[in-house]
């Protein structure tokens, strides 16, 4: 079983739509969350972290459910810029270093 | 803005081949990754850096050695390369080692091996 995973999409919506997606981790013990963004031949850029009180920036929300070991990324009101692929980032210890471990990504495809 | 560099955006190899991969930073950041990056796998960890000559194995380390002479600098080598190491590499660096630190990635080396 992998230690992150994510639909792997395409997630086709049109201009304006919500979108929501969900990734789940086995290691209960993970301690921090991350949403990156990668747009296709570029490199990942951090889009938010994500707390158990869940936050938001703009037109993203990202939720943490530590009970159920999953995290969610809602977009509302898409734009055609939000189209990327979503990877969803788990760090599994509190210390030691700073290791990242990233699903394989879920891809949305926004259309006009 | 943290500026990450690397050497070549696509880079094109022979089997047995010995190939080198530069990354640079800079904002004198401590720690420096090398991940790659495969359809469906997402981004695997090879080794990193905490320091200068310091080095630590990842996920995935067999096949890859790496050097860190300098702080701003972070080598990938393959020894020699195989038709399995094609693939994406990523170099990324943090100002720390907290899970809460953000990795800033490079735009990344699309390698092929023949």
């Known amino acids: 079983r992998k230690e992150v995973e994510q639909d792997p999409g395409p997630f086709n919506v049109p201009e304006g739509a919500t979108v929501a997606f969900n990734c789940t981790y086995s290691n209960s013990a993970s301690q921090s969350f991350f949403w990156y963004r990668q747009d296709c031949r570029k490199e990942p850029k951090l889009l938010m972290s994500v707390y158990s009180s869940g936050n938001e920036d703009g037109r993203f929300t990202a939720q943490l459910n530590r009970a159920s070991q999953y995290i969610s990324l809602l977009i509302r009101d898409s734009k055609l810029s939000d189209s990327a692929t979503y990877l969803c980032?788990?760090?599994?210890?509190?210390?030691?270093?700073?290791?990242?471990?990233f699903g394989a990504g879920t891809r949305l495809a926004v259309h006009p | 803005d943290v500026k990450v560099t690397q050497s070549s955006r696509y880079l094109v190899k022979r089997t047995g081949e010995k190939v080198f991969l530069e990354c640079v930073q800079d904002m004198d950041h401590e720690n420096m990754f090398w991940y790659r990056q495969d359809p469906g796998l997402g981004l695997r960890l090879i080794y990193f850096?905490?320091?200068?000559?310091?080095?630590e194995k990842g996920d995935i380390p067999e096949g890859y050695s790496v050097s860190r002479e300098k702080k701003e600098r972070f080598s990938l080598i393959l020894e020699s390369a195989s038709t399995n190491q094609t693939s994406m590499y990523l170099c990324?660096?943090?100002?720390?080692?907290?899970?809460?630190?953000?990795?800033?990635f490079g735009p990344g080396t699309r390698l092929t091996v023949l």
């Open positions: 980032v788990v760090t599994p210890f509190s210390g030691g270093y700073n290791k990242l471990i």
């Open positions: 990324a660096s943090s100002l720390g080692l907290a899970g809460a630190d953000t990795q800033y």
């Open positions: 850096s905490y320091d200068v000559k310091m080095k």
